[in-house]
Each structure stands twice: as C-alpha cells, then as structure tokens.
C-alpha cells in the first residue's frame, strides 16, 4: 500500500518548474497525435488511395488568384507599413498610405467581372475607409497607429 | 446605486446602440460572424472605459447573433452557424410570400430568447460564483479539465477536438513562466533568437483576431469572393405579420430558450449546436411535425428564441468561473483583460457595479436589437448586397488596428494575427477545431498554475482524485461527457456504416 502512495509522489524543483507543465503537456500532445494515427490513420490511408492527392487539392476549389494574391499581398502590407511610418513618426501615416494601396489592390483582387463603375466605387472605398479609420483611431481615440 | 447610475449616461445607452447596429448588420451578411464582429470592432474600446466598452460588446454580441436571421430567411444562407435551422422553415416562408412574417417572427423570438437567458445568467451566475468561490487549485484544474472535455465531446472526433484544446494550452505556455503566478520567470519552448518577441508569449486579441478575422478573409479568398446574392432583397408582403401566430407556442418559447441558454452554458459549443437541438426538439413535441421544413412559423420559434437564448448562457461560465461559454464571449475575456479585470468566481462580488451595468446593457442591447430590426428590416436586409470585394479591406484594416494598438504599438502584434489567421486557415483544412484550441489557449496558464501549485502544496497526484467531494463528482462529470462523446459517435457509425 505503501508503495502505490509513493507512486503518485511528485517533488517539483523550483529552479525547474518552468519546464515541469510544459512537459506534461507535449506529452500528451505526442500521446494524442499517435492515438489520432492509430484510430483514423486507416481511414486517411483508404482515402489517400481512393482518391491521389492532386485530386484531393483540384476538389478543394481553390481560387489561386485570390487566394495566393491575398495571401502575398497581406504580409507585404504588414512589412511595408512601419518602414513608412518611420517617415513621419507617431502619425499613423505608415498605416493610412499603406492601406490606400492595400484597400484598393485587394478589393481588384476579389472582384469579378470589374469595370468602370466598380473600379470607380473600389478607389472611392480605398480612399474612405483607410481615412475614416485612421481619423477615428488616431485622432479622436488617440490610438497608436504605425 | 449612484456608481451605476452614473456609468449609465448616454453615451452608454448610444454605444449599446451602436454595436447592437454593427452587430446585426455583421450577422446579416453571409460569413461574418458575431465572433468576427466583437473580435474587428474590439480596438474601438481602447479608449473607453470597462463599463462603456462592455456596452458596445454586448450590443455586438447580441446583434451579431440576432443579424444572422436576414439571411437565412431571405436568401436560405445563414448569416451565422447559430441561424442554419432558422433556414429550414423561414425560407421557406418568403417562397410562400410570407418574408416579412418571418423576419418580424424571428425577430421577436429573438427578443424572447435573449431576455429569458438574461434573466438566467442574472439569478444563475452569482450563485454559481459562490460556489465556485470555494474552489481550491485542485477543483478548478478539474473545471477546466472539465471545460475541454465537454468541447472536445462535441467535436467531430474526440481525440481531435481534446488534442487541439492541449496544442492551444502548449500555445499558450510561449515564453516566461510568469513570477507574478509564483513562476521562476524562466524563459520556455521558445527559442532563445525569439525571445525579444515571444517573452510574454502571443497577445490573446492579435491571436483572436487572426483566427475570426484573416483566416476567413483567407477562406473566402480560396473560395473565389463570389457575391452571389448581391442582388437586390425585396420584401414582398403578401401577409403581414399578427402576433397571434405566437398562439400556442409559449412552451415553445420557454423550452427552446432554455435549451440555447443551457448549451451556452456548456464551454466552447456553438449556437448551431444550440439551434438544432431546439429545432429538432420542437419538432419532436410538435402534433404537426410533418409540416416542420415546409415555412411552419414553430420552426423560426425554435431556431431563434434559442440561437439568442445561447448569449446570456454563454456569459454565465465566464463570469462565475472565468470560462467562456462560446467564442464570441472568449474575445470578451481579452477586453476584460485589456482593462485588467480578471473574470471569474470573485468577479460579480468584487465588481458589483460592472455586473449591474453589464446586466442592464445585455436587456438594453436586446431592446434595441428588437427595435431597430423590427422597424428598420427593410433596410437592413439591404447589407446582403454589399460586395464583399468593398467590405473586406475595410475588416483588415480594422484587424491591423486591433492588434497593432492593443499593446500601443508592437508591430509583432500584427504579424500574430497574420500567423493566427493562416493557423487559422490551414489548421481548419487539416481538420482542428478552432474553438478547442481557443479556449485551450485562454486557460492553459491558469490550468499550469492551478496544477502545478495543487502538486507544490500536496506532492502528490492522488490529490486530483481525493480533495473534495466536489473534485470526484468533477470527475464523475468528466467521465459523462468522454462517456457521451464515445457513445454518440458509435451511434453515428452505427446509423451511417460507409461513414459518409
């Protein structure tokens, strides 16, 4: 009896603790990952041989354009932005030029079937929307903006 | 009383407003979400105080819920997963001429649903809180236990759903064990060229926004940004709306309140899970239930009343245990957090005045939800309209503001919410529940405190299974909802063998 009791016995180090949670949890993350394999990991096989994986991403319907545009486009507005607002600091000027360009080159990469009264309506909402956000959080709420 | 009084000005009442507006017209277009809408519109309360932001919060909440009705009814798409049995029958009403009929039916069991679920979290959550109060370490490791067990349970598969509320709660442990929790303030799993970075680990709103915001910005994009029903909504009424269609349907009302407010209580289940089971509870009951999915007037009773009756459910773990019900209220922990509250067992006695003032705002923001969607659903089933290629570059602009201001000013911020909103994204193809993970990540560093100083105090592990009473009867509760889980998903094989 003595010895189930000594069983359950944990002596945390302080100097260690950091590590103490974190450990447990990673394995259990590993303990689950390898449960999810053994219980679906048949099933995924059957599939993967079932369908080939070009199939698989082709059914996806994946919009390349958009998906990959907007995916390009957003990390290049997040880099672009702070260098900008270094040319007038504390203004949230990197954030309102910025997103003049962004605003307008992701509303042309949603759109379908653009023509004139669209274009038109996307570089009016380009122009707006950045100002009246940069206003409102910058001016009025005194929010920092890069 | 006057500490209340005074928080209730009228900019308080013109903020409940306000967000109940957003809120709606979010819920309204196909997509976004409520959650969407509390997360993007969260950096307009940096400058407002708790009270004042809570007010816009709510009204957000309540409204983003309530907006998702248009849709459905209009055009047979939800406006939010809590709306899709609002489809069943209030689409069909407007192929029946009868879209005004349902919007108003809708509407006003809208309004049922989030005043009797206000009424529960206002005599519920206290005494809950009470209870909870007296909850050691052990107890509330076992709650949270508990919390992801119940989420994981109604997942697609367990061990997906369980192993995406751990990877959150390894997600959260990034960077210094906190000495203000009796921490060593020793840097943990991130690498040391990181560190500048990751010291305080990922902000909860940058990671918040990522995933409600750009990831379904991301979605959409990979789906093509169709607009589809970009043409105009026109209400025909060939018959108006008479409250005598609410005849008969009080047991309706009061059963499917009940039910959206008792899944809201449950941590992490959605109002869709809400809504079918008041949808296919009052067809149960129902003498005409073959008339169910034909535009029959119980069926948009049902969804609704216990889609809004999910809001107060879903605020009474968070406020008596510091557990949010959905992950609409998980962004609210973070504006609690931005004001240094900490939301939990002693939050109602400590902050008497906020609980009264959020109580207030809740009833408000449902008066107005009614009122404005009531006499102005004409205009507001115009926003389905709107071209999402106009919408979301305003949405990331207002992500980026977000998560940029919400520790004045650090760009890695920003590049969080881009890392959350492609997890968000690809982790949703491979298969993770979001919401898990979500709550994963907002409890993990109470679960690391509470273990590890239950193991510091008692050195032993038995302690989880000997403290109390109430730590055997949580694990009791733990085994049921592993127990169900199991169960309902042999069921499901069962009835379908091919596994389709």
Known sequence: MEKISDFFKVRIDFDQSHLFFPTIVEWVLVVLMLAIVVTHGRHWVARWRETPLGARIRAWEIDKRRLFGCLTLTPVYFAVMEPVGTIYPNTGVGFLLTSYVYGFALSWLFVHDNNRRKTLLMALNALVTPTVVWFVFAHIFRITLP | ?500
């Open chain 2, 1 to 500: 009383m006057d500490a209340i009084l005074s928080s209730l000005d009228v900019t308080y009442f013109l903020l409940v407003t306000l967000g109940t507006v957003i809120g709606i017209l979010f819920g309204a277009i196909p997509g976004m979400t409520a959650t969407m809408a509390v997360a993007v519109c969260l950096p307009m309360t940096y400058a407002l105080d708790l009270n004042h932001g809570l007010a816009l919060l709510l009204g957000l909440y309540v409204g983003g819920i309530s907006g998702g009705l248009v849709p459905a009814i209009l055009i047979n798409i939800p406006g939010t997963p809590s709306s899709i049995t609002t489809t069943f029958d209030g689409y069909p009403m407007t192929k029946n001429g009868e879209p005004e009929k349902a919007l108003k039916l809708g509407i006003a069991s809208s309004l049922f649903g989030g005043l009797f679920s206000a009424a529960v979290l206002f005599y519920f959550a206290p005494t809950l809180a009470d209870w909870a109060i007296k909850f050691s370490y052990v107890e509330k490791f076992l709650i949270i236990l508990f919390a992801l067990t119940v989420i994981a349970s109604l997942c697609k598969s367990l061990l997906v759903g369980i192993f995406s509320g751990v990877l959150g709660m390894w997600v959260s442990l990034f960077g210094v064990y906190n000495m203000s929790t009796g921490g060593n303030g020793e840097l943990r799993i991130v690498p040391e060229f990181l560190s500048p970075w990751l010291e305080n680990g990922f902000s909860l709103l940058p990671l918040l926004i990522g995933l409600f915001g750009l990831s379904v910005i991301f979605e959409e994009a990979q789906k093509g940004v169709h607009d589809e029903h970009a043409e105009s909504v026109k209400l025909a009424a060939r018959k108006r709306f008479q409250w005598s269609v609410f005849k008969g349907q009080v047991t309706n009302l009061v059963r499917s309140s009940s039910i959206g407010t008792f899944i809201g209580m449950l941590p992490g289940v959605g109002g869709s899970a809400a809504s079918v089971l008041a949808y296919s509870q009052a067809k149960n009951f129902s003498k005409e239930n073959d008339k169910f999915g034909t535009g029959h007037p119980p069926g948009v009773i049902a969804s609704e009343s216990s889609n809004n009756g999910l809001t107060g459910g879903a605020l009474i773990p968070l406020l008596s245990l510091g557990i949010p019900g959905d992950s609409t209220t998980a962004v609210l922990i973070g504006a609690f957090t931005l004001q240094g509250i900490q939301v939990g067992p002693l939050f109602i006695g400590e902050n008497q005045t906020t609980w009264d003032v959020m109580m207030i705002g809740l009833v408000a923001a449902n008066l107005v939800m009614f009122l404005v969607m009531w006499f102005a659903i004409r205009h507001i089933a115009k926003v389905i309209t709107v071209p999402k290629y106009l919408l979301y570059p305003g949405i990331m602009m207002m992500c980026v503001v977000g998560a940029y201001a919400i520790n004045s000013g650090i760009m890695f911020d920003v590049w969080t919410l881009l890392i959350f909103g492609l997890f968000g994204f690809v982790g949703a193809k491979l298969g993770l529940e979001i919401a898990p993970f979500i709550i994963g990540f907002i409890l993990g560093p109470s679960a690391e405190v509470y273990f590890v100083k239950s193991l510091e105090s008692f050195g032993t592990l038995s302690i989880f299974f000997t403290k109390s009473p109430i730590a055997v009867f949580l694990w009791v509760l733990i085994a049921l909802s592993v127990g169900y889980s199991i169960y309902s998903h042999r069921k499901n094989k069962r009835l379908t063998p091919s596994g389709k």
